[in-house]
């Protein structure tokens, strides 16, 4: 096989990053809008040692799980890679993703008289319309002003004011801003030339509440007859906060740190089952509500608080997993490495009176040593990392702490196992797990998990904690 042959393959498996996989020659192929099931007409168009590319040039045979895309760009914008297999598809797809990692990765034997119970991943009622936050960026191009997408891996805008998954309020918004521009000559930024004003623009919906934001991110201090745009903009229902955010620098990165208000009071607030939440534009606050709700639920339901148990939440974020804790727990510990989120956590405590928390800010491999070593204990540990997984130093504290339970809450099945597969083998039994569709028309899928501690001697992992506390400050 060689660049640029064109051949007929099935697709078995689909890749982290959406892509179908076939085989050919012993080598896995990667074909970007291929699904399972399908059999294809690819051309070869990069090859390594193991694996290589390919263009997807025709489907000879198409999978029974193929399905017409709702959105006429789904191919070419690339942010939904699996809408074109329907959705009964996508979570039976997601399953076998989570359970074919724990069991390759971690380890874990699904069959035994102890195994774990092991859940199908829970899907949503509407697939769609679930995202509550969206970043348009905005060009010129052949004379016009568009805002869209990006294309995969590159910053070629894909024209789509109306996103399948997002709310159907963008098109409004962006339509009111794209014509305020062309009516004020105002122009968007251009990369390459560091020029032109508008470079963004990011709509936050709150679910519950029906509040909507809108920041425009541009490469300036002043944005013209804004009171006009203002004025357009709250004639949108639920149109509740509307700001410029000061991005001049020469960077790839969306945001800058300055805010101007134009409108409201610089948040919006949303609600995950009965905590309320506010978000401002640097905020982090999850993409689709109705889903966090189920995963947080599920959380909860898996620490199986009592009023009286002593909560570590670790990569705690804004607080959001928290605060559904602490309605449940005597106290919560949350810790988070990015200051303004522990801002966020504290502001969004205050907010719903939950006095039985505090926020740390710092990495969790070292302060979680740190509290350790001061006498803090925790009788229940839940911990969402980011992809990466957890930091061994912070399992191994974990481990010294010896909770009675651990929740596990995980955007990578990959590195869950191999988390998974190091606690086991450091005292604790793995119990349930439940795959959540977070993100349905992608291919990504979170995952929780309940541990518990099921050996006395574990405690005796305790001599665990001066080499986790030294690895910390080393």
Same mark, same amino acid.
Request: aromatic content about 8%; glycine content about 8%; hydrophobic content about 40%.
């Given at each position: ?63 029974? $799980? ?49 195994? %774990? ?29 568009? $805002? ?39 122009? %968007? ?136 804790? @602490? ?42 040593? $740190? ?6 204990? @925790? ?96």
């Amino acid at each position: 096989m060689k660049k640029n042959d064109e051949l007929t393959i099935k697709i078995e498996d689909i890749g982290v990053n959406g892509e179908g996989i076939g085989h050919a020659d012993g080598l896995a192929l990667f074909v970007k809008d291929a699904i399972v099931g399908d059999i294809v007409r690819a051309r070869v168009m990069k090859l390594q040692k193991t694996y290589g590319y390919a263009k997807l040039l025709e489907v000879v045979q198409p999978s029974d $799980a193929r399905t017409e895309a709702v959105c006429p760009i789904a191919r070419s914008c690339g942010g939904c890679q699996i809408q074109e297999m329907n959705y009964e598809a996508q979570l039976a797809f997601k399953t076998k993703k989570v359970r074919e990692n724990l069991i390759r990765i971690g380890k874990i034997d699904f069959e035994g008289e102890d195994a %774990p119970v092991f859940h199908d991943c829970l899907g949503m009622e509407n697939p769609f319309r679930y995202r509550n936050k969206a970043q348009f960026p905005v060009r010129r191009k052949n004379g016009k002003i568009q $805002a869209g997408f990006y294309a995969g891996r590159t910053h070629d805008i894909i024209p789509c004011e109306d996103c399948a998954i997002g709310i159907e309020e963008n098109q409004k918004i962006l339509a009111s801003i794209l014509m305020h521009m062309e009516n004020y000559h105002i122009e %968007p930024y251009d990369e390459e030339k560091h020029s032109g004003l508008v470079r963004h623009v990011l709509i936050r919906k709150g679910f519950k509440t029906g509040e909507i934001m809108v920041c425009i991110v541009i490469n300036g201090r002043k944005f013209p007859a804004s009171e006009a745009l203002t004025e357009s903009l709250c004639r949108i229902p639920g149109m509740t906060d509307i700001s410029l955010n000061i991005n001049m620098a020469k960077t790839n990165r969306i945001l800058g740190e300055e805010l101007l208000q134009l409108y409201g009071n610089g948040y919006i607030t949303d609600y995950i089952g009965t905590v309320r939440f506010r978000i401002s534009p640097l905020s982090f606050y999850q993409v689709n509500p109705v889903q966090t709700e189920v995963l947080y639920g599920t959380a909860l339901q898996y620490a199986g608080l009592t009023g009286k148990e002593q909560v570590f939440d670790l990569y705690c974020g804004v607080g959001t997993i928290s605060l559904f804790l @602490a309605q449940k727990a005597s106290h919560v510990t949350g810790v988070e490495i990015v200051p303004q989120a522990i801002e966020d956590a504290k502001e969004n405590a205050r907010l719903n009176n939950m006095e039985n928390t505090d926020f740390y800010a710092g990495a969790a491999e070292e302060v979680v040593p $740190a509290l350790y070593q001061q006498g803090r204990r @925790a009788d229940v540990v839940v911990v969402d990392p980011p992809r990466k997984g957890c930091d061994e130093t912070l399992l191994e504290t974990i481990v010294a702490m010896a909770p009675e339970k651990l929740v596990y809450v995980s955007c990578d099945s990959a590195t869950l196992a191999r988390d998974l597969k190091y606690l086991a083998a450091k005292g604790f039994r793995i119990r349930e797990i439940q795959p959540v569709d977070m993100f349905p028309q992608c291919a990504a899928v979170e995952c929780v998990t309940r541990l518990e501690r099921h050996s006395d001697s574990i405690s005796d992992l305790r001599e665990l904690l001066p080499l986790a506390a030294s690895r910390s400050q080393g």
